[in-house]
Antibody, heavy 116, light 108 residues
Framework: EVQLVQSGAEVKKPGESLRISCQTSGYTFTNHWISWVRQMPGKGLEWMGRIDPTDSYTNYSPSFQGHVTISVDKSIRTAYLQWNTLNASDTAMYYC?????????WGQGTLVTVSS | EIVLTQSPATLSLSPGERATLSCRASQSVNSDLAWYQQKPGQAPRLLIYDASKRATGIPARFSGSGSGTDFTLTISSLEPDDFAVYYCQQRSNWPPYTFGQGTKLEIK
């Protein structure tokens, strides 16, 4: 069974850095891209970017380019989403999901709260 | 960026009824459209991809149709477990992949 398990909820202050993770199992890690999707409180889904675990090639949405970094560690089958400088508007649920163009399955989500 | 507009925003129906959800694209996406279901407190789940193909394990009461700019998700006979938010998503023109704003299917 393909599974994506994300790291736990985070509470951070504006200006801080953060990295959240998405650990995978049940399939050949390098066979499927991993995407990250944001869902702000009470809102819809926004695709942030994706990574090819084979060579760490990434694509980003213009809305998120330069603000986040997506990476992987093949040795532990894990993808990451990182911010160097958080701001309050980064408060959201973040999901990882496998698949090149269609997203299936998804991780359970990581809630990130940024507040002073 | 392709904008996907879903209608209605909220749909109130009873179990056993037929649900018809719409997704309209700002330009043609051919058949490069998917539908997802999201229940409260859960991650989204893929229902339909390539406009009309059911994902693994999705019941036959869910069907998708359309091409170009107009798409429909139909649930033939609603079950209590189907009341959720539904999103469409396109892959035709990226980056970025884009989602519709969602349709909330609620119990009448």
């Amino acid at each position: 069974e393909v599974q994506l398990v994300q790291s736990g909820a985070e509470v951070k202050k504006p200006g801080e850095s953060l990295r959240i993770s998405c650990q995978t199992s049940g399939y050949t890690f390098t066979n499927h891209w991993i995407s990250w999707v944001r869902q702000m409180p009470g809102k819809g889904l926004e695709w942030m970017g994706r990574i090819d675990p084979t060579d760490s090639y990434t694509n980003y949405s213009p809305s998120f380019q330069g603000h986040v970094t997506i990476s992987v560690d093949k040795s532990i089958r894990t993808a990451y989403l990182q911010w160097n400088t958080l701001n309050a508007s980064d408060t959201a649920m973040y999901y990882c999901a496998t698949g090149l163009d269609w997203f299936d399955p998804w991780g359970q989500g990581t809630l990130v709260t940024v507040s002073s | 960026e392709i904008v996907l507009t879903q209608s209605p925003a909220t749909l109130s129906l009873s179990p056993g009824e037929r649900a018809t959800l719409s997704c309209r694209a700002s330009q043609s996406v051919n058949s490069d459209l998917a539908w997802y279901q999201q229940k409260p407190g859960q991650a989204p789940r893929l229902l339909i991809y390539d406009a009309s193909k059911r994902a693994t394990g999705i019941p036959a009461r869910f069907s998708g149709s359309g091409s170009g700019t107009d798409f429909t998700l139909t649930i033939s006979s609603l079950e209590p477990d189907d009341f959720a938010v539904y999103y469409c998503q396109q892959r035709s023109n990226w980056p970025p992949y884009t989602f519709g704003q969602g349709t909330k299917l609620e119990i009448k």
